[in-house]
C-alpha cells in the first residue's frame, strides 16, 4: 500500500514541475512589473527586475491623473458592460431557440455562423467603417458596443447552445404542461441551468473586450470616448522614458481583470467543461 501511494506521488511529479513552471512563467513577469511600478526612475535603472528598496506610492496617483485613466476606464467600464448584456441576451436567445425550437435550416445557420466567424475583422474593415460613417454610429459609444455584440456573438451562441444540448428538456416540458409560455420556460427554467455557460460568456467577452485596441482605434476619434488600451497607448508614447509612471498604468489596466478572473475562475472552468469546450 505504501509502495502504491509512493509510486503515485512519483507518476505525478512530472505534473507539478510543469504546473510550476508555467505558473513561474505567468506570475514572474506580473510580479517584476508591479516592484517596477514602486520605484522612481533612478532606482528602476539600477535594479530593473528586484523588489524595491523605497516603495514609491505616488507613482500610481500621478499616472492615473497624466494618464487620463478615470475617462479612459469609464468607457471600457461602459464597453464591457454593454457588450456582455447584449451578447449575453441575444446569444442566449439565439442559442435557445437553436438547441430548443430547433426552427428550420437551424443546422445551414450554424454553419453559416461558423464560417463567418473564421473571417478576419479586417477583410471587412473599410467597408464597415463606410457603412458606420454613413449611419452616423462612427465615434460613438453605441456604435462600438454593437460591433463588439457582433463579433463575440457566435462565440456565446456556439457555447451555449452546446451547453443546452447536454440537458434533457423534461423540465422544461413540465413546465410547459403546466402552462407556462416559453418566455416563463426561458427565464424560470433554463436560465437557472445556462448559469455557469453565461456565466463564462460573460467573462470572456468581458476580457477581450477590455483588453480591445485596434478597432476602437479606428472607428473611435475622440480622446474623451477612447478605451483605456488607448489611453495607455498615448500614455506610453508622452511617458516612454519614465518606466515607473508606465509600470504603474499597466498595473491599473491589467488589476481589474486580474481580481474577476482569479474570483470567478471556478465558474468560467465549469462553464468550459460543460459547453463540451474542452
Same mark, same amino acid.
Given at each position: ?83 456582455? $448584456? ?11 431557440a ?5 426552427? #428550420?435550416g ?34 460613438? #459609444? ?40 416559453e418566455?416563463?420556460v ?5 436560465l ?27 472607428f ?25 509612471? $508606465? ?30 469546450l474542452?
Open positions: 500500500m505504501i509502495h502504491r501511494l509512493f509510486g503515485q506521488r512519483e507518476n505525478l511529479a512530472p505534473n507539478y514541475i510543469i504546473l510550476g513552471l508555467l505558473c513561474a512563467f505567468a506570475v514572474i513577469p506580473i510580479l517584476i512589473l508591479g516592484f517596477n511600478s514602486l520605484k522612481s526612475n533612478l532606482e528602476l535603472g539600477e535594479n530593473s527586475v528586484g523588489f524595491p528598496r523605497q516603495f514609491q506610492w505616488s507613482n500610481y496617483p500621478d499616472a492615473w491623473e497624466q494618464g487620463g485613466f478615470a475617462v479612459t476606464m469609464t468607457n471600457s467600464v461602459i464597453f464591457v458592460v454593454g457588450t456582455v $448584456t447584449g451578447v449575453v441576451v441575444l446569444g442566449g436567445m439565439a442559442a435557445y437553436l438547441a430548443r425550437l430547433n426552427p #428550420r437551424s443546422n445551414l445557420y450554424m454553419i453559416y455562423m461558423l464560417s463567418l466567424s473564421t473571417i478576419p475583422f479586417w477583410l471587412y474593415a473599410v467597408p464597415l467603417f463606410i457603412l458606420w460613417k454613413n449611419l452616423s454610429l462612427l465615434n460613438t #459609444r453605441f456604435g462600438l458596443i454593437v460591433i463588439y455584440i457582433a463579433l463575440n456573438s457566435p462565440f456565446a451562441i456556439f457555447l451555449l447552445r452546446s451547453f443546452l444540448v447536454k440537458f434533457p428538456p423534461d423540465f422544461e416540458d413540465a413546465a410547459r404542461v403546466d402552462g407556462a409560455t418566455v416563463q426561458l427565464t424560470k427554467v433554463v437557472p441551468i445556462m448559469w455557469p455557460g453565461l456565466l463564462t460568456v460573460a467573462l470572456v467577452v468581458a476580457l477581450g473586450v477590455w483588453g480591445e485596441f485596434q478597432i476602437a482605434l479606428i473611435m476619434q475622440e480622446d474623451e470616448k477612447m478605451p483605456l488600451t488607448t489611453s495607455y497607448f498615448n500614455f506610453m508614447r508622452r511617458f516612454s522614458r519614465d518606466w515607473s509612471l $508606465t509600470a504603474a498604468g499597466a498595473i491599473m489596466m491589467i488589476l481589474p481583470v486580474l481580481i474577476i478572473f482569479m474570483g470567478l475562475q471556478r465558474r468560467f472552468v465549469e462553464g468550459l467543461t460543460q459547453g463540451g474542452k
